[in-house]
């Protein structure tokens, strides 16, 4: 159930300033991966805060403007396709979320991360959480701020190449995103190291 336990309980330790972490963007054949960092203050209240997986658009458009009025901070980082191809899909995602940390207004001193076994670089007491998304609400927050970002910037990528119709997968490998691969050949925003993309390297 999704709650601010996690940060309850750092709070209590005197842990002022607890930054959630998620990123979006592991899986699409193309454009960035895209990471947010949410610093909460300890009385917030978000009504019907969730996992941005499993809201729609609406809602994460209002919850997304409603975040930034309420959190104390919001750090943002990505990691172009290019990078992704050159690091890892696995690399790519930890510096994203290193990027989010480090552009916070404020500094941390403790970060909660989505995943159980991610370990972000940098001298910060952390904690991995497994679904954290679902769990806790500065990390389900970093995942909505990341996902309408993201988001946006796919939209943009669509103006530039509407043949792949970025404005209705957002870059996911979807049939008919795979079909228009087929067709056109891959864009200069594919991710060349993604099957099926890397059929045509």
Same mark, same amino acid.
């Given at each position: 159930?999704?709650?601010?336990?996690?940060?309850?309980?750092?709070?209590?330790?005197?842990?002022?300033?607890?930054?959630?972490?998620?990123?979006?963007?592991?899986?699409? +054949?193309?454009?960035? =991966?895209?990471?947010?960092?949410?610093?909460?203050?300890?009385?917030?209240?978000?009504?019907?805060?969730?996992?941005?997986?499993?809201? *729609?658009?609406?809602?994460?458009?209002? +919850?997304?403007?409603?975040?930034?009025?309420?959190? +104390?901070?919001?750090?943002?980082?990505? =990691?172009?396709?290019?990078? &992704?191809?050159?690091?890892?899909?696995?690399?790519?995602?930890?510096?994203?979320?290193?990027?989010?940390?480090?552009?916070?207004?404020?500094?941390?001193?403790? &970060?909660?991360?989505?995943?159980?076994?991610?370990?972000?670089? +940098?001298?910060?007491?952390?904690?991995?959480?497994?679904?954290?998304?679902?769990?806790?609400?500065? &990390?389900?927050?970093?995942?909505?701020?990341?996902?309408?970002?993201?988001?946006? &910037?796919?939209?943009?990528?669509?103006?530039?190449?509407?043949?792949?119709? #970025?404005?209705?997968?957002?870059?996911?490998? *979807?049939?008919?995103?795979?079909? #228009?691969?087929?067709?056109?050949?891959?864009?200069?925003?594919?991710?060349?190291?993604?099957?099926?993309?890397?059929?045509?390297?």
């Amino acid at each position: 159930m999704l709650s601010f336990r996690y940060e309850k309980k750092l709070w209590k330790k005197n842990f002022k300033c607890v930054a959630g972490v998620d990123e979006v963007g592991r899986g699409p +054949l193309a454009g960035p =991966v895209a990471a947010a960092a949410v610093v909460f203050p300890p009385d917030v209240k978000i009504k019907g805060l969730a996992d941005s997986k499993q809201l *729609t658009p609406k809602k994460r458009e209002r +919850l997304f403007h409603e975040i930034k009025k309420k959190a +104390l901070g919001i750090g943002v980082g990505k =990691v172009s396709h290019k990078l &992704i191809d050159k690091l890892n899909i696995g690399r790519a995602n930890l510096l994203a979320m290193k990027k989010a940390v480090e552009k916070l207004p404020l500094p941390p001193d403790y &970060i909660l991360i989505d995943g159980g076994r991610h370990k972000i670089d +940098l001298t910060l007491k952390q904690r991995g959480i497994s679904g954290g998304d679902r769990k806790c609400a500065s &990390i389900a927050a970093a995942s909505i701020i990341a996902k309408v970002i993201r988001d946006r &910037i796919m939209l943009r990528y669509h103006q530039r190449y509407p043949g792949y119709r #970025f404005d209705r997968h957002k870059g996911y490998g *979807t049939r008919k995103h795979i079909r #228009f691969i087929l067709k056109h050949g891959p864009s200069p925003l594919h991710r060349r190291s993604f099957y099926p993309v890397s059929r045509f390297f």
